[in-house]
Protein backbone atom coordinates (compact mmCIF):
# COMPACT_ATOMS: atom_id res chain seq x y z
CA UNK A 1 0.00 0.00 0.00
CA UNK A 2 1.66 3.43 -0.92
CA UNK A 3 0.99 6.61 1.26
CA UNK A 4 -0.84 9.79 -0.28
CA UNK A 5 1.68 12.56 -0.70
CA UNK A 6 0.51 16.61 -0.03
CA UNK A 7 2.44 19.35 -0.42
CA UNK A 8 1.24 22.63 0.90
CA UNK A 9 3.01 25.08 -0.58
CA UNK A 10 4.10 28.55 0.01
CA UNK A 11 5.38 29.56 -3.00
CA UNK A 12 8.58 31.00 -1.18
CA UNK A 13 11.22 29.40 -3.55
CA UNK A 14 12.61 29.22 -7.33
CA UNK A 15 9.84 27.46 -9.28
CA UNK A 16 12.45 25.88 -11.09
CA UNK A 17 14.24 24.19 -7.89
CA UNK A 18 10.95 24.10 -6.00
CA UNK A 19 10.63 19.93 -5.25
CA UNK A 20 7.28 20.12 -3.94
CA UNK A 21 5.95 21.26 -7.26
CA UNK A 22 7.76 18.90 -9.22
CA UNK A 23 6.40 15.84 -7.33
CA UNK A 24 2.64 17.24 -7.73
CA UNK A 25 3.76 17.76 -11.91
CA UNK A 26 4.84 13.82 -11.78
CA UNK A 27 1.11 12.88 -10.05
CA UNK A 28 3.47 11.86 -6.49
CA UNK A 29 1.68 14.51 -4.92
CA UNK A 30 -1.35 16.31 -4.41
CA UNK A 31 -0.61 19.95 -3.77
CA UNK A 32 -3.25 21.46 -1.13
CA UNK A 33 -3.97 25.16 -1.27
CA UNK A 34 -5.21 25.86 1.92
CA UNK A 35 -4.52 24.00 5.49
CA UNK A 36 -7.47 24.12 6.29
CA UNK A 37 -7.91 21.39 3.10
CA UNK A 38 -5.67 18.84 5.01
CA UNK A 39 -7.12 15.71 5.86
CA UNK A 40 -8.33 14.72 9.26
CA UNK A 41 -5.40 13.01 11.19
CA UNK A 42 -2.70 13.45 8.89
CA UNK A 43 0.91 13.19 9.38
CA UNK A 44 2.32 16.60 8.92
CA UNK A 45 6.12 17.58 8.57
CA UNK A 46 7.28 20.33 11.02
CA UNK A 47 10.44 21.08 12.45
CA UNK A 48 8.85 22.04 15.63
CA UNK A 49 7.74 18.96 16.94
CA UNK A 50 9.15 17.36 19.46
CA UNK A 51 8.06 14.10 18.04
CA UNK A 52 9.69 12.49 15.06
CA UNK A 53 8.18 10.50 12.41
CA UNK A 54 8.55 6.41 13.31
CA UNK A 55 7.20 3.30 12.39
CA UNK A 56 4.14 4.44 14.96
CA UNK A 57 2.85 6.49 12.07
CA UNK A 58 2.83 4.03 9.71
CA UNK A 59 -1.81 3.75 10.23
CA UNK A 60 -2.30 7.14 10.48
CA UNK A 61 -0.16 7.99 7.12
CA UNK A 62 -1.62 5.11 5.38
CA UNK A 63 -5.49 6.07 5.96
CA UNK A 64 -4.95 9.71 6.09
CA UNK A 65 -1.45 10.51 4.29
CA UNK A 66 1.85 12.61 4.94
CA UNK A 67 2.09 16.61 4.42
CA UNK A 68 5.31 18.66 3.50
CA UNK A 69 5.12 21.97 4.51
CA UNK A 70 7.32 23.43 1.31
CA UNK A 71 8.80 26.53 2.25
CA UNK A 72 11.81 28.27 2.44
CA UNK A 73 14.24 27.49 5.61
CA UNK A 74 14.84 31.52 5.28
CA UNK A 75 11.05 31.86 6.27
CA UNK A 76 11.11 28.91 8.98
CA UNK A 77 9.91 31.49 11.54
CA UNK A 78 6.67 31.57 9.53
CA UNK A 79 5.96 28.65 9.69
CA UNK A 80 1.59 28.28 9.97
CA UNK A 81 -0.26 27.15 13.31
CA UNK A 82 -1.54 23.53 12.88
CA UNK A 83 -4.89 22.42 13.37
CA UNK A 84 -4.48 20.33 16.99
CA UNK A 85 -5.87 17.12 15.07
CA UNK A 86 -3.28 16.76 12.72
CA UNK A 87 -0.22 14.22 13.86
CA UNK A 88 2.96 16.92 13.70
CA UNK A 89 6.71 15.02 13.42
CA UNK A 90 9.91 15.99 13.21
CA UNK A 91 12.76 14.41 10.79
CA UNK A 92 15.64 13.18 12.75
CA UNK A 93 19.00 14.19 11.80
CA UNK A 94 19.77 13.56 8.22
CA UNK A 95 22.16 15.65 5.62
CA UNK A 96 20.71 17.54 2.81
CA UNK A 97 21.88 15.96 -0.72
CA UNK A 98 20.13 18.63 -2.83
CA UNK A 99 22.15 21.27 -4.92
CA UNK A 100 20.84 24.08 -2.82
CA UNK A 101 22.00 22.81 0.81
CA UNK A 102 24.16 19.59 0.37
CA UNK A 103 25.45 18.54 2.93
CA UNK A 104 23.95 20.60 5.64
CA UNK A 105 22.29 18.71 8.13
CA UNK A 106 18.17 19.25 8.44
CA UNK A 107 18.20 21.25 5.39
CA UNK A 108 16.47 19.01 3.65
CA UNK A 109 14.09 19.81 0.53
CA UNK A 110 10.71 18.63 0.15
CA UNK A 111 11.30 15.47 -1.77
CA UNK A 112 13.81 14.46 0.64
CA UNK A 113 12.00 15.17 3.95
CA UNK A 114 8.88 13.03 2.11
CA UNK A 115 11.27 10.13 1.32
CA UNK A 116 13.05 10.10 4.49
CA UNK A 117 9.85 9.99 6.46
CA UNK A 118 8.40 6.93 3.86
CA UNK A 119 11.51 5.34 4.25
CA UNK A 120 11.37 5.04 7.98
CA UNK A 121 7.94 4.11 7.94
CA UNK A 122 8.97 1.30 5.75
CA UNK A 123 7.74 2.25 2.46
CA UNK A 124 11.34 2.31 0.96
CA UNK A 125 10.01 1.75 -2.34
CA UNK A 126 7.84 4.68 -2.46
CA UNK A 127 10.73 6.78 -1.31
CA UNK A 128 13.31 5.62 -4.29
CA UNK A 129 10.49 6.37 -6.46
CA UNK A 130 9.45 10.13 -5.44
CA UNK A 131 13.72 10.27 -5.49
CA UNK A 132 14.00 9.11 -8.45
CA UNK A 133 12.87 12.11 -10.62
CA UNK A 134 15.97 14.36 -9.20
CA UNK A 135 19.17 13.67 -11.03
CA UNK A 136 20.65 14.30 -7.29
CA UNK A 137 17.87 12.41 -5.00
CA UNK A 138 19.59 8.35 -5.13
CA UNK A 139 22.50 10.68 -3.70
CA UNK A 140 20.30 11.80 -0.66
CA UNK A 141 20.17 7.91 0.19
CA UNK A 142 23.92 7.20 0.00
CA UNK A 143 24.79 10.08 1.92
CA UNK A 144 22.21 9.16 4.84
CA UNK A 145 22.17 4.88 4.12
CA UNK A 146 23.43 3.92 7.62
CA UNK A 147 21.37 6.50 9.57
CA UNK A 148 18.21 5.84 7.81
CA UNK A 149 18.06 1.87 8.30
CA UNK A 150 18.76 2.58 11.77
CA UNK A 151 15.82 4.80 12.05
CA UNK A 152 13.60 2.37 9.92
CA UNK A 153 14.20 -0.54 12.24
CA UNK A 154 13.68 1.77 15.40
CA UNK A 155 9.28 0.72 16.29
CA UNK A 156 9.00 4.35 18.36
CA UNK A 157 9.54 7.79 17.82
CA UNK A 158 11.64 7.86 21.14
CA UNK A 159 13.98 5.17 19.56
CA UNK A 160 14.76 7.43 16.47
CA UNK A 161 15.34 10.18 18.81
CA UNK A 162 17.93 8.43 20.77
CA UNK A 163 19.46 6.93 17.37
CA UNK A 164 19.47 10.81 15.99
CA UNK A 165 22.07 11.47 18.56
CA UNK A 166 24.59 9.08 18.07
CA UNK A 167 25.16 11.00 15.20
CA UNK A 168 24.76 14.55 16.46
CA UNK A 169 25.74 15.18 20.14
CA UNK A 170 23.46 17.20 21.90
CA UNK A 171 25.24 20.35 22.36
CA UNK A 172 25.79 20.81 18.28
CA UNK A 173 22.06 20.16 17.94
CA UNK A 174 20.30 23.07 15.79
Same mark, same amino acid.
Given at each position: MAVRLYVYDE !??? &?????? /????VRFHLAQEIGSLKRTPY??????????? %????? !???????? /????? &???????? #??????? !???????????AANPVNWG????? %???????????IMGYKEQALQALSKFSWGEQ????????? &??????? #?SAEVVRIQFEYVPPEREE
Open positions: !DQC &DPKKCT /GKKLGAVVLTPYSKK %SISRE !DREAAEKH /GLLVM &DMSWNNIE #TFPRLRN !DLRQRSLPYMLKPLKL %SSVEALAASLYFIKLNQEPL &DRYSEAE #T
